[in-house]
């Protein structure tokens, strides 16, 4: 049964990352779930030295998914036609760790439709290539299909997502999640 959930994304590069996480926390707490977030862990004060701080967050994060049952990922484009990196790590530590994971994305739409939709300038003068003349991935999935294939993939917001998971989790008869009356 998934009673908490690591709340991955870019999340917390925004300037109201910490309200951000509220909101996200909330909105699982709607479902029965505990949210964890990155930004829940402050580093402590006395580690000052920049690399120092980056091995704290890395070992605190692994924590949090080690913790978690399952991983929530925001796998929308984050600065350019792919998601943030660290976020595609954590969903891949996850199914490493046979963690169930739900992405959302905010469009629907093939990889490659998506870029030329979102980043025209990312597409060559063929359509087919980057503008590097690199191939550009298109089984029809929304996102490389190392995300897509391991990871159900809705498209809409978090909420959308928390869904998905209930009735995944409904269908695989752990029942003990609520639907808000909102969402049904």
């Not at 929308?76 to 996850?94: I, K, L």
């Not at 063929?126 to 029809?140: K, T």
């Not at 490389?144 to 209930?166: E, T």
């Amino acid at each position: 049964m998934i009673r908490s959930l690591y709340l991955a994304g870019p999340d917390v590069f925004r300037p109201d990352a910490h309200a951000c996480g509220q909101q996200l926390k909330a909105l699982c707490a709607e479902f029965g779930i505990e949210g964890l977030f990155p930004l829940d862990q402050d580093v402590p004060a006395h580690i000052t030295d920049p690399a120092e701080q980056a091995t704290w967050i890395y070992r605190a994060n692994i924590g949090l998914i080690e913790r978690a049952d399952a991983v929530l990922a925001n796998l929308d484009f984050f600065r350019g036609p792919e998601p943030d990196s660290g976020t595609c790590f954590e969903v891949g530590y996850a199914v490493a760790k046979g963690k169930p994971v739900f992405g959302y994305i905010p469009e629907h739409g093939s990889f490659a439709e998506r870029i030329r939709e979102r980043h025209p300038q990312a597409i060559g003068p063929d359509g087919v290539l980057d503008v590097h003349g690199w191939s550009i991935e298109e089984f029809g999935l929304p996102l490389n299909l190392m995300l897509s294939v391991p990871a159900p993939l809705v498209v809409g917001d978090a909420r959308a997502a928390l869904v998905q998971l209930v009735r995944y989790q409904r269908e695989h008869g752990d029942v003990g999640l609520n639907l808000p009356e909102s969402s049904r």
